[in-house]
Nanobody, 125 residues
Framework: VQLQAYGGGLVQAGGSLRLSCAASGRTDGSYAMGWLRQAPGKEREIVAALRWRGGSTYYADSAKGRFTISRDSAKKTVYLQMNNLGPEDTALYYC???????????????????WGQGTLVTVSS
């Protein structure tokens, strides 16, 4: 699976951004895609993930109520709409995927075997 991420950039606090990630390869079975972020000095974190079969989603507590993950199955693309961004959301965001994801593992960054290139999100205060 190859992943191509788009979006990111500089936004003021309170603003919004949308990230998108297109996958190539198979997306059947227990396939899942998500967004992992890595900020300097912080642990990497899965902020949101979506399992293709059934559409189950996972959100980190930091993302709940502000971020929404969605997909376009025909385009094999997943989106992350990020609203009410704050400086704490500043990070390198990676699109990640795995084709054998179990629900209980969706929050685990190490469970995703495939990574796209990172896209930088910078939120100014």
């Amino acid at each position: 699976v190859q992943l191509q991420a788009y979006g990111g950039g500089l936004v003021q606090a309170g603003g919004s951004l949308r990230l998108s990630c297109a996958a190539s390869g198979r997306t059947d079975g227990s396939y899942a895609m998500g967004w992992l972020r890595q900020a300097p000095g912080k642990e990497r974190e899965i902020v949101a993930a979506l399992r293709w079969r059934g559409g189950s989603t996972y959100y980190a507590d930091s993302a709940k109520g502000r971020f929404t993950i969605s997909r376009d199955s025909a385009k094999k693309t997943v989106y992350l709409q990020m609203n009410n961004l704050g400086p704490e959301d500043t990070a390198l965001y990676y699109c990640v995927a795995d084709n054998a994801m179990i629900l209980s593992n969706m929050a685990n960054p190490s469970a995703y075997k495939n990574w796209g290139q990172g896209t930088l999100v910078t939120v100014s205060s």
